[in-house]
Nanobody
């Protein structure tokens, strides 16, 4: 089970930190990802982090503004979002996967488990 939290309403230029706590799975054995879905749009990749936390990969739209990290001791993955823009408004989903040994993992079908969304709204 994946439980995402930390969403909210923030002004453009502000910051939010999303958390996703995992339970019932061997967390360190999974690569983790964040995806988002805006109303009327398809789910899109945001960021992913490798099992050992040494490798990260970002969508071009968030590179330099968002940082994904994980704490395997706490079974938690984070998404620090800075310099937020109105176009970042969406429901954000965390996901866990171990379906492939390839890297990076920006495709939804590469993930086994999904959390519920946490809503992020950025006002202009």
């Amino acid at each position: 089970q994946l439980q995402a939290s930390g969403g909210g309403l923030v002004q453009a230029g502000g910051s939010l930190r999303l958390s996703c706590a995992a339970s019932g799975l061997a967390f360190s054995g999974y690569y983790m990802g964040w995806f988002r879905q805006a109303p009327g749009k398809e789910r899109e990749f945001v960021a992913t982090i490798a099992r050992n936390a040494f490798s990260t990969y970002y969508a071009d739209s968030v590179k330099g503004r968002f940082t994904i990290s994980r704490d395997n001791a706490k079974n938690t993955v984070y998404l620090q979002m800075n310099s937020l823009k109105p176009e970042d408004t969406a429901d954000y989903f965390c996901a866990a996967g171990r379906l492939t040994q390839y890297w990076p993992n920006p495709q939804p079908h590469e993930y086994d488990y999904w959390g519920q969304g946490t809503q992020v709204t950025v006002s202009s």
